[in-house]
């Protein structure tokens, strides 16, 4: 069973950079693909990045393009992701969700894929910017 | 970027009921589509996926159906349990993308 715990609530200074982190547990880092999903306070959610196992690299939203970095650390299990230049707009709850990267038989189209769809979650990190 | 729909934005229930929830997409998804509950103060959970497969820990009462472009999520005789939000998200393309949520709470 895959857990992932996040890092602690975050307070910025508008212009400022935060860094978010997601331990892994239950299976290392190397096994499972990483995915970075905010929710601005009673709104819905909004996929930032993740981890395409079938290209090998790292997708960003076209809206977070040159703020956000994702990175990870394979010794302790860690993923990172750093935002840039915050706003207040960029005051919401990040999560972090994860799929592992084993492949599953699909019946409709009869052969082995990766489960895209996030099944676990980590308990979100409350990222505030404010003056 | 496949834009996903979901209608209505505010279902109003009663206990026992059973309900339907819409999502569309702008593109097709084949069957790339999974539906997330969030209750409150909770990360989502992966309630369906592949569009008709129930994730482990739901009882029978959620069912997933469609493909292509239009999708159903049905909660039969629902429980107070199953106040919540629902989102379906699009695993079909980059970016990944959801909708704006279905909100169900008692009458």
């Not at chain 1, 996040?6 to 096994?31: F, I, R, W």
């Not at chain 2, 970027?1 to 009663?14: K, N, R, Y």
């Not at chain 2, 339907?20 to 589509?33: D, F, P, V, Y």
């Amino acid at each position: 069973q895959v857990q992932v715990v996040q890092s602690g609530p975050e307070v910025k200074k508008p212009g400022a950079s935060v860094k978010v982190s997601c331990k892994v547990s239950g299976n290392p880092l190397s096994e499972v693909s990483m995915h970075w999903v905010r929710q601005v306070s009673g709104q819905g959610l909004e996929w930032m990045a993740g981890f395409d196992p079938e290209s090998d690299v790292t997708i960003y939203a076209q809206k977070f393009q040159g703020r956000v970095t994702v990175t990870e650390d394979t010794s302790t299990d860690t993923a990172y992701m750093e935002l840039i230049s915050l706003t207040s707009e960029d005051t919401a709850v990040y999560y972090c969700a994860v799929f592992l990267l084993q492949r599953v038989y699909d019946k409709i189209w009869g052969d082995w894929r990766f489960p895209k769809y996030f099944e676990y979650w980590g308990q979100g990190t409350q990222v505030t910017a404010s003056s | 970027e496949i834009v996903m729909t979901q209608s209505p934005a505010t279902l109003s229930v009663s206990p026992g009921d059973r309900v339907t929830l819409s999502c569309r997409a702008s593109q097709s998804l084949n069957n790339n589509l999974a539906w997330y509950q969030q209750q409150p103060g909770q990360p989502p959970r992966l309630l369906i996926y592949d569009a008709s497969t129930t994730a482990t820990g739901f009882p029978g009462r959620f069912s997933g159906s469609g493909s292509g472009t239009e999708f159903t999520l049905t909660i039969s005789n629902l429980q107070s349990e199953d106040l919540a939000v629902y989102y379906c998200q699009q695993y079909s393309s980059w970016p990944r993308t959801f909708g704006q949520g279905t909100r169900v709470d008692f009458k």
